[in-house]
């Protein structure tokens, strides 16, 4: 690395979750005190910028705060980096190795971990000798700690311990231990309504299309208006499909608490991956139902009966569409809708149902005759 005498400094601080354990020595406060004294000590340091994650994990660069510091480096706006120590910068082996050994010296830049002694101004230092393990010691620490993280909520679920950051539309969460579900009446209305409204036959798109024109707020929506704020997220404030879905397939509103459904990957890779029923955690019967169960068994024998049926060129679904079977083979039935011209009754459609491989038979049929002609 070329040596140099003035250094446009960027500092770099995170904490995450499970840091936040270790109590006021790792605090974003402390560590920015720390880093902006250590740098005004220093003489042709330039004091540029404090890039922070706050309540990110460190095994993965998908962090904002990383990403600015990392792009200025790039572009020439820093040419040092300062962070309170390894770990802090990241905890995956990998990264954090190529980042250090490959790509800062492409860009000439310089990195610091303050109290892992780490420097890459000086290579032949002990600390860098040791940078590799101390990496290793981070990831491992990382993965040691999400199985515990992991453990202790699977050991929570069992105890019936309701672990969502929000409650369920429907319900709020109780200052009991264990935040049991308490329905929240207003929801629950609708929640019976969706419910009530499957059962006869809507489609969740219909259902969907009616909340909106009667002006429902979205679940989203609704719990914020609780807290008394607007909402936050970037949303259409409208009702759709997916919602009252997510819904439908809720057993909370039978009084069973379903957790567990999902995991990730690894502790690196926090792509959720949702898991088969059989490994879910269910308590049933653990807080008071919004529904009966007579209505969510309804609703199921209507998912299982039911498919999406053709939407015609008008945008309708026809009642029958979706719902016919040939009698003979089980092949679902095509529709067909014909026009029809009369004195008496004036230009007509009519729509039937065909079996599917019985249509395909007479096509076939129908493209042979003339050579059969022949």
């Not at 369920?168 to 929240?184: C, F, N, Q, V, W």
């Not at 499909?241 to 997510?246: E, F, I, L, P, T």
């Not at 991956?273 to 309804?298: F, Q, T, Y």
Request: glycine fraction near 6%; charged fraction near 25%.
């Amino acid at each position: 690395m070329a040596k140099q005498t003035t250094y446009n400094v960027g500092i770099y601080v995170r904490l995450s979750q499970e840091d936040e354990r270790a109590g006021e020595s790792l605090s974003i406060e402390n560590q920015k005190k720390m880093l902006t004294e250590y740098v005004s000590k220093q003489e042709g340091w330039n004091l540029i910028e404090i890039c922070e994650d706050d309540g990110y994990s460190g095994t993965s660069f998908d962090r904002p705060g990383i990403k600015q510091i990392l792009d200025d480096a790039k572009s020439g706006k820093i040419n040092l980096i300062l962070c309170k120590d390894l770990s802090r910068f990241g905890r995956n082996y990998i990264e954090v190795g190529q980042y250090i050994d490959y790509i800062f010296p492409s860009f000439n830049i310089r990195f610091i971990a303050l109290s892992d002694n780490v420097d890459t101004l000086d290579r032949n230092s002990s600390a860098m000798d040791l940078m590799p393990v101390m990496n290793l010691f981070n990831e491992w620490h990382a993965a040691n700690t999400s199985k515990k993280v992991r453990s202790v909520m699977a050991a929570n679920s069992r105890q019936g311990k309701y672990l969502a950051a929000s409650a369920s539309y429907g319900y709020i969460k109780a200052d009991d231990e264990k935040h049991t579900p308490l329905i929240d009446e207003d929801a629950a209305v609708i929640v019976r309504r969706i419910f009530e409204q499957r059962a006869r036959g809507l489609s969740p798109k219909q259902i969907a299309i009616q909340l909106n024109k009667d002006g429902i707020a979205t679940p989203s929506d609704h719990r914020y208006q609780l807290k008394g704020k607007d909402n936050p997220l970037v949303t259409s404030h409208l009702w759709n499909d997916c919602m009252v879905r997510g819904i439908l397939n809720n057993e909370i509103y039978i009084g069973n608490l379903a957790q567990q459904r999902v995991t990730t990957v690894s502790y690196k890779n926090h792509k959720q991956i949702r898991k088969d029923r059989s490994e879910w955690i269910v308590i049933e019967n653990n807080h008071e139902p919004i529904i009966s169960r007579e209505l969510w068994d309804k609703v199921r024998e209507v998912d299982a009966s039911v498919s999406i049926g053709k939407t015609t060129k008008e945008g309708v679904i026809l009642p029958l569409s979706g719902f016919m079977y040939c009698p003979d083979c089980g092949y679902k039935m095509k529709m067909n809708r014909t026009m029809h011209t009369s004195k008496k009754r004036g230009t007509y459609e009519t729509v039937s149902y065909r079996c599917v491989l019985m249509l395909e038979a007479e096509w076939t049929a129908a493209l042979l005759i003339p050579f059969w002609k022949e």
